[in-house]
Nanobody
Framework: QVQLVESGGGLVQAGGSLRLSCAASGRGFSRAAMGWFRQAPGKERDFVAA??????????YYADSVKGRFAISRGNAENTVYLQMNSLKPEDTAVYSC????????????????WGQGTQVTVSS
């Protein structure tokens, strides 16, 4: 069974930065993709960013709303993924969750089979 644990959320002023971490444990992760999603109160869960990896390197994909501000990356161990969030805006306020699927990157939450508990990110104006 796969378990995902997020950390790094908090309160930050607009224009500030936060880094979220997601540590996965359980099965092997050699053919997996990990993604970050967010959900604001009263809104649907939205895709933020995802990463996958193979022998040739990492491949990433971002939602248009975060391109140029957020960066997803992996740690030295393939089971840890980070989301560096810069130039944060109040509209980035949400619960951020990491997710894992076996297969290629997907922007659809329903295609991820494993989820973390979520971490709150609040950006004040």
């Amino acid at each position: 069974q796969v378990q995902l644990v997020e950390s790094g959320g908090g309160l930050v002023q607009a224009g500030g930065s936060l880094r979220l971490s997601c540590a996965a444990s359980g099965r092997g992760f050699s053919r997996a993709a990990m993604g970050w999603f967010r959900q604001a109160p009263g809104k649907e869960r939205d895709f933020v960013a995802a990463i996958t990896w193979n022998w040739s390197g990492d491949r990433t994909y971002y939602a248009d709303s975060v391109k140029g501000r957020f960066a997803i990356s992996r740690g030295n161990a393939e089971n840890t993924v980070y989301l560096q969030m810069n130039s944060l805006k109040p509209e980035d306020t949400a619960v951020y969750s990491c997710a894992l699927r076996y297969g290629d990157i997907s922007t659809r939450a329903g295609e991820y089979g494993y989820w973390g508990q979520g971490t709150q990110v609040t950006v004040s104006s």
